[in-house]
């Protein structure tokens, strides 16, 4: 086999003639136009406009279109084509403030359930037992996610608060009645299992969006910890920061 050239564009890690070659890039790069504007959202996704705009192979398109038709992100018909069927919906990091107005939060249980140790140090509370409510994100009648809250029993208010809009700055003044501060968050994927199948509408192991925080009030003081499950094919988590 002929050795690559130190000079050739592959052995940088690209191409020959420096096009996209990567089907992952390429379904990047369209839900990324199509979400930001760049591609109009109702226009028919044409393979060969798609090759001029990326730079890229018919074989890369057609790769990447098949990757988010199966994510239900586009539908592609026979002698139809190929469009936009579904963009997902954004959803702030740490839910403080939503920019979506049609995101809300529906209470589906609340019980008093006993302490254990992670709620303890995260709260840090010693009492035996603490208030778990247990809601759902809900946009356009779709469930796209499941949240699990642990928090301390001094809060009484009624779970019907937490029905509405998914802000937390609302929430945290409501229903907690406390000014919000910082939120530790940590993000990572899980599986579905039957019960969390079952309320998103989803098969069961369906790749899920993890997101674990706790809410702290402007003194520092723990509020609660939230334990949240998001659709994969449907939810998007973004947050704006700057450079230091």
């Known amino acids: 086999m002929t050795a690559t050239p130190p000079d050739h ?33 109702d226009a028919p996704l044409a393979e060969e406009d798609l090759m001029e705009l990326f730079d890229t192979s018919r074989g890369s398109v057609r790769a990447a279109l098949t ?23 954004v959803i702030p990091l740490t839910d403080i403030l939503t920019d979506s107005e049609h995101v809300y939060l529906e209470t589906l249980e609340q019980r008093v359930v006993p302490n254990f140790p992670l709620v303890r140090e995260r709260l840090r509370i010693q009492d035996p037992t603490v208030r778990l409510i247990e809601t759902r994100f809900v946009c356009d009648d779709e469930t796209l996610g499941l949240r699990t809250a642990y928090f301390s029993t001094r809060y009484d208010s009624h779970p019907d608060i937490l029905s509405g ?18 939120v530790l968050v940590s993000i990572g994927s899980d599986a579905a299992d039957v019960h969390t199948a079952r309320v998103l509408g989803i098969s069961e192991n369906a790749p899920l969006i993890s997101r674990e925080m706790t809410y702290y009030d402007v003194d520092g003081e723990p509020i609660q910890t939230v334990f949240d499950r998001f659709r994969g094919d449907r939810v998007r988590l973004e947050t704006a920061a700057s450079a230091m």
Do not use: N, W
Not at 22 to 39: E, H, N, Q, W
Not at 74 to 85: A, D, K, L, P, W
Not at 165 to 182: Q, T
């Open 9 to 41: 564009p592959r052995s940088k890690g690209g191409s020959a003639r420096g096009r996209q070659v990567s089907a992952r890039r390429v379904r990047d790069l369209i839900s990324a136009s199509i979400r930001d504007g760049y591609i109009a959202p």
């Open 67 to 89: 990757q988010l038709s199966e994510t239900g992100f586009v539908e592609r018909r026979r002698r139809v084509g190929t469009r936009v069927t579904h963009l997902g919906v």
């Open 165 to 182: 809009p998914a802000s937390m700055a609302s929430v945290l003044h409501d229903f907690f009645g406390a000014i919000p501060g910082e």
